[in-house]
């Protein structure tokens, strides 16, 4: 396939619009995930910032749903399929201002690519969406300040224009607002500080630069505020993530590795590393303080979260936004192997490849989040108890909350009627997850109260949902639904310590594909009382 120059913009505009498209439908068919769910209880309950993440995902869910008027998956979704398209762009305009337009267009299709970017951050609603957004802005707003006072005469680089430095001002709001939407946006300060000591001390004189990081400064207030509030509980949580010291574990480095690479394609992952390598030969030519840039913000936020894993265990996306940030290098490396071209260029295989494998990825996974046949072709023909279906299948995470309404809704209305429940007794929940996906599709629709047992590092935001609610009250009876594929059974400790009897009310099973997928255990918990 080939493009003339003048109709790259076109080009842009047709990937734009196929990608919007395809991701609203996946936002829109899907139930939600837990870590998504959860984050719906941030937009339930606002504050200025949370246990996990500080606000910006529950403001966009707020802002996207019109403060959760529509409430339905697709409408918290809404922000996700709208920010990343905007991200798409701005990896167009970073590839421009890096080499060319057509460097520009070979990063968006990179990125179209990547699974981090086309699902994580723009299908589910995560944290992760807004700080790609937020950051990706912030980049190109510093790119474009430091690549126009370079335009200037060397003698008048010094001092850069009114309209030049109103641009970092807003480099450093978009900063800020990048790490309100997660702490790991602090990097980008880091990429700036680097690229500032190394190549251009003399912007050490502009104060400016000194304004901008105190708007930034400035953003952060909210979660000073929350964690002043609440003992700085999310500084202690996070810190407890991670580790400077420690014996190695090369199984915990394997994973995050082998994250890196499927969550952003493979293909992109691995032709990354050789733009990389091709560029540090200086094979290719770029703009030199947009790549230094770049790379002096990318690197250290890939490099910190591979030597964490090199002691505990990490997550692959939280890297990943580093990785991101180096596909307009790689786009710029494919651009180079056409300056030949006059004018018409070709796509090359690799982003065709690239593409092909990220749509029968997401084609194949939504398949089986449906249907669960993959899983079921290769599962063991041994029979399975009851309490163990399901188990193991992370695609349940994603399906069955509708039909598990519709049987409690059943076995609940049976036991009122019998006077053996009131209508407005409350669901137990024993962690953040599965706490977050009953109360939203269970407990909220059937006008209940969810409240979760356990202590902070299980139920995160619950602790503070159980006071929002008026927490749990003694002598009350409450009900306990439990799932075969994260069974914790009536035995539980925390359900003994705290009620006089667990009696078992009702199974019923969750189909898919025509299949049992799982089993729901519904119990009654009668009278409550505090542990001592």
């Not at 503070?464 to 914790?488: A, K």
Request: glycine letters at 6%; aromatic letters at 16%; hydrophobic letters at 50%.
């Amino acid at each position: 396939m080939t493009i003339q120059e003048k109709n790259i913009p076109k080009v842009l505009i047709i990937l734009l619009a196929i990608s919007t498209v395809i991701r609203a439908f996946l936002a829109g068919f899907h139930e939600l995930g837990n870590d998504e769910v959860y984050y719906w209880t941030y937009a339930l309950y606002p504050d200025w910032s949370h246990f996990d993440h500080p606000g910006m995902v529950g403001w966009m869910m707020q802002l996207f749903s019109l403060n959760l008027l529509f409430d339905s998956e697709f409408a918290l979704r809404l922000s996700s399929v709208v920010l990343m398209t905007v991200d798409t762009w701005l990896i167009y305009l970073i590839g421009t201002q890096l080499k060319n337009k057509i460097a520009g267009l070979f990063a968006a299709l990179l990125y179209t690519a990547s699974l981090y970017a086309f699902v994580i951050t723009g299908v589910f609603i995560m944290p992760d969406t807004p700080l790609m957004f937020f950051t990706l802005i912030s980049i190109y707003l510093f790119i474009r300040y430091f690549k126009t006072k370079y335009d200037f005469p060397v003698e008048k680089q010094n001092f850069a224009s009114l309209p030049c430095n109103i641009s970092l001002l807003l480099a450093g709001l978009f900063a800020g607002l990048a790490m309100l939407s997660k702490y790991s946006a602090a990097f980008i300060w880091v990429g700036v500080g680097l690229f500032v000591l190394f190549y251009d001390r003399k912007e050490l004189k502009n104060g400016y630069l000194y304004l901008s990081v105190l708007i930034s400064a400035l953003c952060l207030l909210p979660i000073l505020i929350w964690n002043m509030q609440n003992d700085f509980i999310s500084f202690t949580f996070h810190g407890d993530r991670v580790s400077l010291f420690g014996k190695p574990r090369f199984d915990y480095l394997g994973t995050e590795l082998a994250g890196e690479l499927l969550y952003n394609n493979p293909i992109v992952y691995i032709l990354i590393i050789i733009a990389l390598a091709s560029y540090f030969r200086r094979n290719f030519q770029t703009e030199t303080s947009v790549s230094r840039l770049l790379l002096l913000t990318a690197l250290p936020w890939i490099g910190i979260f591979i030597y964490f894993s090199l002691t505990r265990s990490t997550l692959p996306h939280w890297s990943a936004p580093g990785v991101c940030l180096l596909i307009p290098i790689a786009g710029a490396y494919l651009a180079s192997r056409q300056e030949n071209m006059t004018g018409i260029y070709r796509i090359p295989g690799v982003i065709i490849a690239a593409l092909l494998l990220l749509i029968t990825a997401a084609g194949v996974g939504s398949f089986e989040i449906k249907t669960g046949h993959i899983q079921s072709y290769f599962a063991s023909k041994k029979e399975v108890e009851m309490t163990s279906v399901g188990k193991g299948d992370v695609t349940l995470d994603m399906y069955g909350w509708d039909q598990m309404r519709e049987g409690f809704a059943k076995v609940r209305d049976s036991l009122v009627a019998r006077d053996e429940m009131q209508a407005d007794d409350g669901i137990i929940a024993l962690k953040w997850f599965p706490a977050a996906n009953m109360d939203y599709y269970i407990a909220t629709p059937l006008g209940l109260k969810l409240y979760a047992l356990g202590d902070l590092t299980q139920i995160h935001k619950y602790y503070w949902i159980n006071q929002y609610r008026g927490g749990l009250q003694d002598s009350r009876n409450y009900w306990f639904i439990d799932q075969s594929y994260n069974y914790y059974g009536s035995d539980n400790w925390q359900l003994q310590a705290h009620f006089e009897q667990i009696i078992p009310v009702d199974t019923f099973a969750i189909y898919r594909g025509g299949q049992i997928a799982e089993y729901i255990f519904v119990y009654k918990l009668e009278n409550y009382r505090c542990a001592n």
